[in-house]
């Protein structure tokens, strides 16, 4: 079997397609575009290049993007005082704070600052609670896009056996409640899990955020399962010097034996952004009183 590659690059430009009909909407109806603040503190390139990335793609959905970049050596109280200052700032509905931090900042602090009905990265413990408990609130991008990506595919996730392999705040656990939400049977796996070859065999849906390399191999895969993989890990490429991303499935291995895979690069990253103009969008609804885009 070869399995469908599984275009999140497509899929993303679509979902931005529908993010800037309804950034347009709304700017008809309240005479301001939805707008994104980014902050951006010290000089990290690969943040860099988020952070612009994102900046750019808020434009192009006719959004408006109000991007802060701070010195490393800015402190705590001033990181703070912006965050207030851009919750009370009405042109701004959604504030993306890049993580990481530098160390003498405490990045928990600096989320739980942000107003969680402008928080849309998702990150802010009232925003984790509500998905956890099943309420409205706006959720991580990235598992969302990759959910996005699963129902496309597969329609109803309802009694599935899924596995995700990995529970950090960002990815992990969140993709588990979302799984959860839509009725699907969820294992969590980690760095503890025993014998997680054969945790992973038993899967229907395999949801891969780990950050190491080609980890999971074909044979660990369910024959016709789908497999969306988060990971994006920077390798050396055979030319010297050079180096490739890869996800964390070996996919060429994989791709033999599952029904649908995502690429690495081309899957999941650009459903992230994707996701962060889409959660914009609905924060901007919401603050304004209107109903939640289609
Ligand atoms: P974290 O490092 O926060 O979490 C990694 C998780 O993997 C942890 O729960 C850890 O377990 C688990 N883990 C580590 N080693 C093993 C192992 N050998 N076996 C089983 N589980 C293991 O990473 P993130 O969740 O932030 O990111 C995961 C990956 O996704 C990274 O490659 C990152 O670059 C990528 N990513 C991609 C995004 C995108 O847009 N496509 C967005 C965000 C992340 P434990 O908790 O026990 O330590």
Not at 111 to 137: C, S
Not at 271 to 285: G, Q, S, Y
């Amino acid at each position: 079997m070869t399995a469908a590659r599984i275009d999140g690059k497509a899929v993303a430009a679509a979902l931005r397609g529908d993010v800037a009909d309804a950034a347009a909407v709304f700017t008809d109806r309240t005479g301001r575009a939805p707008g994104l603040a980014t902050v951006l503190v010290g000089e990290d390139p690969a943040s860099a290049v988020y952070v612009r990335s994102k900046g750019k793609a808020t434009g192009e959905a006719g959004m408006a993007s109000f991007s802060h970049t701070l010195p490393d050596t800015i402190s705590e109280a001033e990181l703070l005082a912006l965050v207030d200052q851009l919750n009370a700032d009405d042109r701004v509905d959604g504030i993306l704070v890049q993580l990481p931090l530098p160390a003498h900042i405490d990045a928990n602090r600096v989320i739980a600052a942000i107003d969680p009905a402008k928080d849309v990265d998702g990150f802010h413990p009232v925003n984790a609670g509500r998905l956890a408990t099943g309420l409205d609130g706006l959720v991580p991008c990235t598992p969302l896009g990759c959910l996005h990506l699963l129902k496309q595919q597969l329609g109803s996730l309802a009694g599935k056996d899924a596995v995700v392999i990995g529970r950090s705040n960002i990815v992990g656990k969140p993709m588990a409640m979302l799984l959860i939400g839509e009725s699907a049977t969820v294992t969590v796996a980690h760095s503890r899990t025993r014998d997680l070859p054969d945790v992973v065999r038993r899967a229907d849906i395999v949801v891969a955020a780990v950050g190491r390399p080609e980890m999971i191999r074909g044979s660990w895969i369910k024959p016709g399962a789908t497999v969306i993989d988060v990971g994006i890990n920077r390798v050396p490429a055979a030319e010297e010097g050079k180096t490739r991303l890869v996800g964390d499935v070996a996919y060429d291995e994989a791709a033999e034996v599952a029904s649908a895979i995502t690429p690495v690069p081309g899957g999941v990253g650009p459903m992230t952004i994707a996701m962060l103009l889409r959660n914009t969008v609905v924060a901007a609804h919401r603050r304004a009183g209107l109903p939640d885009p289609e």
